[in-house]
């Protein structure tokens, strides 16, 4: 059973940079064909994938946000890491860590808990 599980800080000063990691366990992001999203959620905007890396670490990203995003991972770890760079309020929402169903990037058959991020000052 794959597990994935984010971590970070809940709150970032606006035009702060936001980081947070996601820890996959029960499997591994470097499986042949596997790739793995960040999405968030907010009352105003829904649910918005803002990115991804594969197995290959080859990255994508939604292109509203690619000025400000990038997504690396740490092999040794078995995470993923988001930045966001000049976040504002509008960034506020629950950050998602997911993996890809069938290697995809509009559905997602795992996902972390979520983490509540809070853009104030």
């Known amino acids: 059973q794959v597990q994935l599980q984010e971590s970070g800080p809940g709150l970032v000063r606006p035009s702060q940079t936001l980081s947070l990691t996601c820890t996959v366990s029960?499997?591994?992001?470097?499986?042949?064909?596997?790739?793995w999203s960040w999405i968030h959620q907010s009352p105003e905007k829904g649910l918005e994938w803002m990115g991804a890396i594969t197995y290959e670490a080859t990255t994508y990203y939604n292109p509203s946000l690619k000025s400000r995003t990038s997504i690396s991972r740490d092999t040794s770890k078995n995470q993923f890491t988001l930045q966001l760079n000049s976040v504002t309020s509008e960034d506020t929402a629950v950050y998602y860590c997911?993996?890809?169903?069938?290697?995809?990037?509009?559905?997602?058959?795992?996902w972390g808990q979520g983490t509540q991020v809070t853009v104030s000052s």
């Open positions: 997911v993996r890809g169903a069938d290697g995809g990037l509009s559905r997602y058959d795992y």
């Open positions: 029960g499997g591994s992001i470097t499986t042949a064909r596997s790739i």
